[in-house]
């Protein structure tokens, strides 16, 4: 009898045995707090309101249109899409000034999607945060939208949405909300330039409070001022803020 074989088999057998015993204590129950979804809390009857500010590039650059409104997002009812997933439904409305009656916007949704976080805004569907997430960590969060789409700004269609590349960029991002500072987790969607177009945009998440601000700056130019800044060259596009006053 080959006793070297035996051996060898049974030390294999051995140090198999020894490696499912291992998997089974590193396979615990994994605290989903751990996840971070309180980044990004969805419930009926929960609500933010935001300070929106922008500016507009009109008349190739010949005029610069600066608004101020107030947005109020409400989580509404929740229902089933056609896969049996559980989507909410999000009213927004609006205001010109903080004095006046809140006027219905638009209804978009949002959804927790497995370990992401989905949200259709003017039924495009993107991807805000994967979960768990971690410093450095990247992902197509436009995975479900044409990137060629055109979209109105001012007096010009503009492509607003190539060469986004989402990543986490600070976990303890400081942020300044409601008069103090509070850490953050800070997402780059795109920062993205060339000498005719510069795409940038950025947003910050509190914990237990959700979207706290977002920046925006979508600028297209021809080129013929390359050594001028942005705020003069750009001939059109838009800036545009958000910044959190109030959540319920």
Known sequence: MNYKYLFGVFLFACIGLGLLQSCSKVTEEID????????????????????????????????????????????GERYKDAEGKDVYKVFRSFRKKDTDAWQSLNTWTVQIDQNRAIRTEENLKFIKLIFPF????????NAFIDTDIRVQAGD?????????????????????????????????????????????????????????????TIFDTDNSKPTAPWSVKAQKGFTHTLTLIDFK
């Open 156 to 216: 010009e269609n503009i492509q607003p949405y190539k060469n986004w590349k989402y990543r986490i960029e600070n976990t303890e991002a400081e942020i300044t909300f409601k008069g103090q500072k509070t850490k953050a987790l800070k997402v780059n969607l795109v920062s993205d330039t060339s000498i005719i177009d510069l795409r940038n945009v950025t947003e910050f998440y509190g914990k237990g409070v959700g979207l706290i601000r977002k920046e925006m």
């Open 32 to 75: 989903p707090g751990s996840f971070g979804y309180d980044y990004f809390p969805v419930a009926t009857g929960k609500s933010w309101t935001y300070m929106s500010d922008s500016v507009i590039i009109r008349s190739s650059g010949l005029r610069r249109d600066t608004l101020r409104s107030f947005i109020r997002e409400e989580i």
């Open 134 to 141: 971690s410093k450095g960590m990247r992902w197509d969060g």
